[in-house]
């Protein structure tokens, strides 16, 4: 009889199992304490740092098709610029795209957040990403934002910035920028200036500085300090922003770059831009002869490059006009 009232094992531990579920459902009962909400609206926000790029120095996209270097010609780094490409070619880049790069991160929608460890990372090819966008801002502060990965099952595509620590599942970018190429990225002119904030501009030929311009107190002068006619400096600006390529030299053979640098070395014109973010220089060399081993429209034409002479436009010979202006004709 006093066997079978002995408990087993297995019974106390029951009972002791029972007693610990006890104990820790008054415990929570005494300490309870509210949850706090979860702001999902907040943890699925815009990720991107909308209000820092507002005012913007340059802009380098990253794609497939090769990497492309904006700058603002704007002062106070408004949106509007003009931008113009300084990499790999110089040339002026259309109205709408920064604006439009813009709208397109204002819409970005996230569905889901990831950690940002290294085996997301490669899973989501951030690390080899189809996108990168670099800005720096007017207080010289940059971002990064990468693409990854896009999904065309749900039609979703992975975000990464360099300011946050997570990854951000999203729908893909309104704006396709991971297929832009030069095309869609500059029109024909070959400059962008915004004369607000040009300080001075220099033409130099062969015989040494042809044409000065100076801004004083919101009039031109020449390099002897001469007044000049607001509207004859006003024709001569856009006549300079009309300046448009008939071609763009990509893909050059090594012979082909060797004879379009030494063609540069010595140029028929130097076109010197200075403002308040700095100096660009271009040079302008006649081509008289064409391009070795290359088929063009026409053999008399100007070439022009920007300093590091990596990159060519081309020009109507007949353009060659707007580099020979002298003060005289401005003032």
Do not use: C
Request: no cysteine; aromatic share 8%.
């Amino acid at each position: 009889m006093n066997a079978l009232l002995r408990p087993t094992l297995s019974t106390l531990l029951v009972l002791l199992f029972t007693l610990i579920l006890v104990f820790l459902g008054l415990f929570a009962e005494v300490f309870e304490s509210e949850t706090p909400e979860v702001d999902l609206a907040q943890i699925y926000a815009n990720p991107a740092p909308l209000n820092e790029l507002q005012r913007l120095k340059t802009l380098r996209i990253t794609n497939k098709q090769g990497s492309f270097l904006l700058e603002n010609t704007h002062s106070e780094g408004n949106l509007e610029g003009p931008w113009q490409m300084i990499e790999p070619q110089a040339l002026k880049v259309k109205g709408d795209v920064v604006s439009r790069i813009l709208d397109s991160l204002n819409a970005i929608r996230v569905r889901n957040l990831h950690r940002l460890e290294p085996i997301n990372v490669t899973s989501y090819s951030l690390d080899n990403p189809t996108l990168t966008l670099n800005f720096i801002n007017d207080k010289s502060k940059s971002f990064e934002i990468k693409v990854g990965l896009i999904n065309p099952i749900d039609n979703s595509a992975y975000l990464g910035l360099s300011s946050q620590n997570q990854i951000y599942q999203i729908d893909p970018l309104e704006m396709t920028l991971e297929s832009y190429d030069l095309a869609q990225l500059v029109e024909s002119r070959v400059l962008a200036l915004n004369t607000d904030s040009l300080m001075s501009l220099e033409i130099y030929s062969s015989n040494g500085l042809e044409l000065k311009l100076l801004k004083k107190d919101d009039q031109w002068v020449d390099q002897n300090g001469t007044v000049l006619s607001g509207n004859k400096i006003k024709n001569f600006f856009t006549r300079l922003e009309d300046l448009k390529s008939f071609s763009i030299l990509n893909n050059l053979t090594t012979d082909q770059q060797q004879y379009m640098e030494e063609a540069m070395a010595n140029p028929t014109y130097t076109l010197k831009l200075i403002s308040g973010q700095g100096v660009r220089s271009y040079m302008i060399s006649e081509m008289r002869n064409g391009i070795p081993s290359m088929s063009l429209p026409k053999n008399n034409f100007l070439a022009l490059s920007s300093e590091d002479k990596k990159s060519f436009v081309l020009l109507d010979l007949d353009q060659a006009r707007t580099f020979t202006t002298k003060s005289s004709e401005l003032k």
